[in-house]
């Protein structure tokens, strides 16, 4: 399954298949974005994080992309499974930059 | 052996009353926020600090008033709750000599003004 855009879309996707998520950042002076997870009743937490020099990043099930010259940032999780059900948000910062700015979000649910 | 973690959970209040959001840091972080995340899940940066310096505050009315006590700590002391306050409130840390470094969130205070 695959979701676009910065509102706040759903994404459904069956157990076992592949998902990805989409973002589009707003800001060409950021060089550096986190991929966070949100389960309900919880804090975002960490996923993986890309720098600006590189456009691919690979964690555990987990595949960041990023395409600077559309501004462009997508999440793949491999073999998604129904703990994988969660709101994903993207965050994008600037160098000597504290602050972080959130995309909208994207619900994914996982259907057994 | 919680990283970030915040007090209480849960708040429920009247408007008009004075509330405060305790938050702890147990990751040996030098900076920590605190973030609104509104019924739409839209998360918003309010402050940030830097061994206990304000470094971050984005227009928050002034009823807000955050203190850090030393680096572990970061506290939001909210003034004159209004109904508009009602969201939940993350705290989160980060190594700050390296701008780029995730953030480590707490798991949220839910305040509710009625």
């Known amino acids: 399954g695959e979701s676009v855009g910065l509102h706040l879309p759903t994404l459904s996707v069956q157990e076992g298949d592949n998902s990805i998520i989409n973002c589009a950042y707003s800001?060409?002076?950021?060089?550096?974005f986190i991929w966070y997870k949100q389960e309900s009743g919880k804090g975002p937490q960490f996923i993986i994080d890309i720098r600006s020099n590189m456009d691919k990043r690979q964690g555990q099930r987990v595949t960041v992309l990023l395409n600077k010259t559309v501004k462009h940032l997508s999440l793949q999780i491999a073999a998604t499974q129904p703990g994988d059900s969660a709101v994903y948000f993207c965050?994008?910062?600037?160098?000597?930059?504290?602050?972080?700015?959130f995309g909208a979000g994207t619900t994914v649910t996982v259907r057994a | 052996d919680t990283a970030v973690s915040q007090t209480p959970k849960y708040l429920v209040t009247q408007m008009g009353n004075d509330k405060s959001i305790k938050c702890e840091q147990n990751?040996?972080?030098?900076?920590m926020y605190w973030y609104k995340q509104d019924s739409k899940k839209f998360l918003k940066i309010m402050f940030s600090?830097?061994?206990?310096?304000?470094?971050i505050n984005e227009t928050v009315p002034n009823r807000f008033s955050p203190k850090s006590p030393d680096k572990a700590h970061l506290n939001l002391h909210i003034n004159s709750l209004e109904l508009g306050d009602s969201a939940v409130y993350f705290c989160?840390?980060?190594?700050?000599?390296?701008?780029?470094?995730?953030?480590?969130f707490g798991d949220g205070t839910r305040l509710s003004i009625l």
């Open positions: 600090y830097n061994n206990k310096e304000l470094i």
């Open positions: 965050a994008e910062n600037m160098a000597n930059d504290y602050k972080l700015s």
């Open positions: 800001n060409s002076a950021s060089d550096y």
């Open positions: 990751l040996g972080h030098d900076t």
């Open positions: 989160a840390s980060s190594n700050g000599h390296d701008s780029n470094q995730p953030q480590h």
